[in-house]
Structures are given as structure tokens and as C-alpha cells.
Nanobody, 128 residues
Framework: QVQLVESGGGSVQAGGSLRLSCTASGYSHMPYITTYWMTWFRQAPGKEREGVAGLATRTGSALYADSVRGRFTVSQDNAKNTLYLQMNNLKPEDTAMYYC?????????????????WGQGAQVTVSS
């Protein structure tokens, strides 16, 4: 069973930066680097959960939603089994609960139903 724990959320003014971390544990027989897609989703009140940035852990290839491309960067530290989301030039519309997710057979990186494991979420609030 895979466990995901997010950290690093908080409140910031527009134009500021935050970095989220997601530490994974519970990988038994499969090494982290070859196993999963790791993706950051977010959900604002009254809205659908949407994919923000995804990473193919084996290749390091990253994909981004149009709304964050050029401002957000997803990366991994394999030695620490940790996924990061560096968020720069934050906007009030980035305010949401951010979730880390892991999926083994992901067809579409931003489709939430393709992911089996989820963290508890980290709140990001951006004020104008």
C-alpha cells in the first residue's frame, strides 16, 4: 500500500512562490523510479479536481496544465521518494487544495480516475 504525504502549503500574496512536497512510502517490491506516474491535482471550492502537473517517474518527462505552464515546475528526488511542485508567480486563481497522486497504469495524466493513491491535501491560498 502506497502512502503519500504532502507538505509546504500556506498563504502568499499574488506574485509570490511556494513549494509543495509529496513524500511517498510503502513501495515494497517495485522501485519508486520505475513504477508510477506522480501528479499534482488541485481542487477549488465548487470546482472539479484538475490535473496541474504530472511526472513520469521513470523518464522524468513532465506535463502541465495550460493554466500553470511556465509558472509551475514539477520535479522528483528519487533518493528521498519525494515529488515537488515549485509554484512561482502565484495568482489568486491558484487558490485550492493541492493533492499528490500516484498511478501505475495512467492513460491520461490529468484524469483523476487513473490514480490509485492520494495524499490528504495541502491548502494553498493566494491573496490579491
Amino acid at each position: 500500500q502506497v502512502q503519500l504525504v504532502e507538505s509546504g502549503g500556506g498563504s502568499v500574496q499574488a506574485g509570490g512562490s511556494l513549494r509543495l512536497s509529496c513524500t511517498a512510502s510503502g513501495y515494497s517490491h517495485m522501485p519508486y523510479i520505475t513504477t508510477y506516474w506522480m501528479t499534482w491535482f488541485r481542487q477549488a471550492p465548487g470546482k472539479e479536481r484538475e490535473g496541474v502537473a504530472g511526472l513520469a517517474t521513470r523518464t522524468g518527462s513532465a506535463l502541465y496544465a495550460d493554466s500553470v505552464r511556465g509558472r509551475f515546475t514539477v520535479s522528483q528526488d528519487n533518493a528521498k521518494n519525494t515529488l515537488y511542485l515549485q509554484m512561482n508567480n502565484l495568482k489568486p486563481e491558484d487558490t485550492a487544495m493541492y493533492y499528490c497522486a500516484a498511478g501505475r497504469s495512467v492513460g491520461i495524466w490529468s484524469r483523476k480516475n487513473d490514480y490509485q493513491y492520494w495524499g490528504q491535501g495541502a491548502q494553498v491560498t493566494v491573496s490579491s
